[in-house]
């Protein structure tokens, strides 16, 4: 079986993930550049999803939201300056 072909549909959910984590970075960028638009939106779509799902991710969302409900609000300006700063 050709390791890029992950379309293959006799391939059970636990075997497809199995084949994902064994294949490079290379591997997977291959078959993403010829994606339609609307399937590279979807696609960005999940990967933003599954970086915010991390604990981390939701413990700092946590954090600001306690942070904005105790007051602790940035000004505009400090706003402005650390965009500036990148």
Same mark, same amino acid.
Do not use: C, F, W
């Given at each position: =079986?050709?390791?890029? *072909? /992950? ?6 959910p636990l075997r497809l993930s199995i084949k994902l984590i064994d294949m $490079?970075?290379?591997?997977?960028? &291959?078959?993403? $550049? !010829?994606?339609? #638009? !609307?399937?590279?939106?979807?696609? &960005? ?11 981390? $991710?939701? !413990? $700092? /969302? +946590?954090?600001?939201? !306690? *942070? =904005?409900?105790a007051g602790r609000t940035t000004s505009l300006e400090a706003l402005e +300056? #650390? #965009?500036?700063?990148?």
């Amino acid at each position: =079986m050709n390791r890029s *072909d /992950v379309r293959t549909s006799s391939l059970t959910p636990l075997r497809l993930s199995i084949k994902l984590i064994d294949m $490079s970075l290379l591997e997977l960028k &291959q078959p993403v $550049s !010829r994606l339609s #638009q !609307r399937e590279r939106r979807e696609l &960005q779509v999940y990967l933003v999803r599954l970086r915010h799902a991390t604990p981390a $991710s939701r !413990r $700092s /969302v +946590a954090k600001r939201i !306690r *942070d =904005m409900k105790a007051g602790r609000t940035t000004s505009l300006e400090a706003l402005e +300056a #650390q #965009q500036k700063r990148g």
